[in-house]
């Protein structure tokens, strides 16, 4: 069963990862991905949007489809929302398997796929007071089209 | 039926959403945008380009050609970033 959030507040990848684990003797490896807000050309700030109810019900499909695809105990997906600044964590995504491939790859799915399947949306705030809302990648959409099933 | 606007269409049209009741000849959601787009400048410039706006009808993404009814909750808003 997954666990899917989101969230203002930094998230403590440890307690996340104990949670996963806690009481279970059946997992043989876990996967982790943390993105961070990076600070490209003297970004002050981060401001990340979503659609509250869509994104959530979005997270929880796609994480139930990981769980579908691959032999997973567990994954969680935590993604924060409003202003981050550069060097803090934006997401969080777990994969608990009885072995590591279906751990690793479970986790570049799910990291693909959040960032082309997810209603977020970034704006980037600089100390001029400029603000600019970043844009879509074509490279994103590539990168989460390599996982759809024929 | 109720629209919400997210990022920078939320910007241009002023308001997060709004409660409209287009004419029965809005069947579509790129019949409900080009309807949308007559309501103020705001709304023109937010669709103005119509192909960088994306749609979902009751949560969940749809094409232009997706019907929509009265009832429905429709969101409008750009490509997404996330992750």
Redesign the interface.
């Known amino acids: 069963m997954a666990t899917v959030r989101v969230q203002e507040a930094a998230f403590d990848m440890a307690a996340e990862q104990a949670a996963l684990s806690a009481g279970r003797t059946d997992i043989g490896g876990i996967a982790s991905f943390v993105g961070l807000c990076r600070g490209d050309d003297g970004l002050a700030a981060l401001v990340l949007e979503h659609y509250p109810g869509m994104t959530e019900r979005a997270l929880a499909g796609i994480a139930a489809e990981a769980e579908a695809r691959w032999p997973l105990t567990g994954c969680t997906v935590v993604h924060r929302v409003g202003r981050i600044r550069p060097g803090e964590p934006i997401v969080l995504v777990l994969t608990a398997s009885a072995h590591r491939a279906a751990a690793l790859e479970a986790c570049a799915f799910l990291i693909d796929w959040l960032k082309t399947g997810a209603p977020f949306w970034k704006r980037e705030e600089f100390p001029d007071g400029r603000e600019r809302w970043v844009e879509a990648k074509d490279s994103d959409d590539a990168a989460a089209a390599r996982w759809q099933q024929a | 039926m109720q629209v919400?606007y997210?990022?920078?269409v939320r910007q241009k049209v002023g308001v997060g959403q709004e409660e409209v009741s287009p004419p029965p000849e809005v069947t579509d959601v790129a019949g409900l945008m080009h309807w949308l787009a007559e309501r103020s400048p705001g709304h023109a410039a937010a669709f103005a380009s119509a192909r960088q706006v994306r749609a979902?009808v009751n949560?969940?993404?749809c094409p232009p050609d997706h019907p929509v009814r009265p009832g429905d909750e429709i969101?409008f808003?750009?490509?997404?970033?996330?992750?």
């Open positions: 919400l997210f990022a920078w979902a949560q969940e993404f969101a808003f750009p490509p997404v970033t996330g992750g």
